[in-house]
């Protein structure tokens, strides 16, 4: 595919915006492709609906905002009300399915479900949640390599969180359906 | 943490960011403004980073001062910017006019919201382009550009300080709230090989030199403060001595010339991008965020049989007038696709009219336009018999 819409929803706090940031640096700095990253910018605080959205291409990125998309990630109920509409046909599903709970009846999309919470609080820290599920979604859809997305979370999060946030990707990467 | 007071390399940048990252490679080292939606991360990465590279950061009271601030600090010798939003432009206005007149070198960036007024303040639009262009009272040339991505943004306000040093005036970045906040790869070379300009200084002894008079170029040098010159300069009409003069023959010199140094220096000035334009049909004419748009319906129109091609305004002002008049000889017509009700597009129109048809797709901000909305248009004007 040459070009791929990514929209990742949740609620402010689990670092929405770091992910599509971690994959658009991923994917333009370390895979050669181009990307371009925007975000939901309003009223939104930490516990409040946030989105952000990453544009890939192969060539130069266009048009640079997602009306539709492949893939949606979602991180929380609300941000899978809010945004499952504009999953196109074909489209990956990725949610976390403790957070997740009521889905619509899809006939036309893939469903992928990770438990990235359970899996970063049983690691110690809830706050990798999204780390884990950005190795579930590397695993899973291949439009950027593993180790452009490590090389991408070792310079976007603290020193001191690196390992912990290596070994969350890791994980979501080896995940296996319960 | 940046511990390098110059960055290189490749970056994953926002654009507001590497606007300011292109002023301190520019060689701005003093930022006056006021924060606004959506600039705001201008002013803070300014803050930041001045301190680091030996520059100093100034947050005023309102925009109205911050534009004082920076006129004043062009003329202490330092290269200046400020960084707003339309409601901000709007209060600057008054001392935009006054840097015009002094023809002072500073650097004044405009993140286009939704407007008029308060509008929308986490959103966009390019409502004011004739605000840039005619925002202060009075006859003068400016110069505005336009960036569509934070690589641009980067390069672009290298750019606006190479002009304001070589024209001596406010130069206008006019972007808009989606580059501003948007991230993509921003390439930033070492400062050696940027090509920086920077303003010329007189080499006349103290006695015998006037402050504004001019060069065979329009342009006068400075001499620098403190080096023993005197110095009179003023909003009011002036003469070469910078004295003001209430006649009709000094305000003829005083304002023609600073309509000319822009207009007779236009083709060294005007940048712009050009797509299919040799056999085409029917013209796109964009700039800014917009002009990403536009390559897409421009592929769709093409599927459909049309020739169509594409002339991006990297500058805006000043309007690139004989490359338009030019075009309108060969073509059916132009389509003008802006975030507004039709501003640029009055450009388009008066310099198309005797030859070619001007169709505007317009939108006023908040949102962008329609792929389809420009492919029609695009099809209906080659249609037209």
């Given amino acids: 595919m040459d070009k791929l819409r990514v929209k990742i929803s949740g609620y402010g706090g689990q670092g929405i915006i770091l992910s599509s940031y971690i994959v658009g640096k991923a994917v333009s700095i370390y895979d050669g492709k181009s990307a371009t990253m925007t975000q939901a910018y309003g009223p939104e605080a930490r516990g409040g609906a946030c989105s952000s959205q990453v544009v890939i291409d192969k060539g130069q990125v266009d048009y640079p905002l997602v009306d539709s998309a492949e893939v949606l990630v979602a991180l929380s109920q609300e941000g899978y009300d809010k945004f499952f509409h504009i999953l196109n046909k074909g489209g990956v599903l990725f949610y976390d399915k403790d957070l997740v709970t009521e889905l619509k009846d899809h006939t036309d999309v893939v469903e992928k479900a990770i438990p990235a919470t359970r899996i970063a609080e049983n690691m110690g820290k809830k706050i990798v949640a999204n780390i884990v599920m950005l190795g579930y979604v590397t695993a899973q859809t291949k439009f950027v390599t593993p180790k452009a997305m490590e090389a991408a979370i070792r310079g976007s999060v603290p020193q001191k969180y690196v390992d912990l946030n290596i070994k969350a990707f890791t994980t979501g990467y080896k995940y296996k359906k319960e | ?385």
Wanted: with cysteine; glycine share 8%; net charge negative.
């Fill in chain 2, 1 to 385: 943490m940046i511990k390098k007071s110059k960055l290189r390399g490749e970056f994953f940048m926002q654009g507001d960011i590497a606007c300011a990252e292109g002023a301190i490679a520019a060689g701005c080292r003093f930022f006056g403004g006021y924060p606004i939606t959506p600039a705001s991360e201008i002013a803070e990465r300014m803050a930041y980073r001045l301190p680091l590279v030996d520059g100093a950061f100034i947050q005023y009271e309102d925009e109205i001062a911050s534009m004082a601030g920076i006129i004043g600090a062009s003329w202490a010798g330092a290269k200046p910017m400020t960084a707003t939003s339309g409601p901000g432009i709007s209060l600057m206005n008054e001392n935009i006019g006054l840097g015009m007149m002094m023809e002072t070198p500073c650097v004044v960036i405009n993140v286009q919201r939704g407007s008029p007024s308060t509008g929308l303040p986490t959103s966009w639009g390019q409502a004011d382009m004739m605000q840039a262009r005619w925002g202060s009272h009075g006859d003068y040339g400016s110069i505005s550009l336009s960036p569509n991505s934070p690589q641009e943004f980067f390069d672009l306000t290298i750019v606006a300080f190479n002009y304001a040093e070589k024209y001596r005036l406010p130069v206008f970045v006019v972007t808009d709230a989606v580059v501003g906040h948007m991230t993509e790869k921003v390439v930033i070379p070492p400062v050696e090989e940027l090509d920086i300009i920077d303003r010329k200084y007189t080499n006349k002894k103290p006695a015998d030199y006037r402050p504004y008079d001019p060069d065979d170029d329009l342009i006068p040098p400075f001499a620098k403060a403190g080096d023993g010159y005197r110095y009179h300069s003023t909003g009011l009409t002036h003469d070469e001595r910078g004295y003001p003069v209430m006649s009709e023959e000094c305000q003829r010199r005083c304002a023609k010339r600073l309509v000319d140094k822009i207009k007779k220096n236009a083709d060294d000035i005007i940048i712009t991008e050009e797509h299919d334009i040799e056999d085409a049909d029917v013209v796109v004419v964009s700039y800014g965020i917009s002009s990403r748009t536009v390559i897409p319906a421009m592929e769709k129109a093409k599927e459909k049989g049309v020739k169509v091609g594409f002339l991006r305004l990297v500058t805006v002002w000043p309007f690139p007038e004989k490359q338009i008049r030019e075009l309108s000889k060969q073509i059916k017509g132009f389509v003008v696709v802006e975030l507004n009700l039709g501003q640029v597009v009055l450009e388009v129109e008066r310099c198309a009219a005797k030859h070619a048809e001007t169709k505007l797709v317009g939108h006023p901000g908040g949102g962008m336009h329609k792929m389809d909305d420009i492919v029609n248009a695009i099809l209906e004007v080659a249609n037209e018999q």
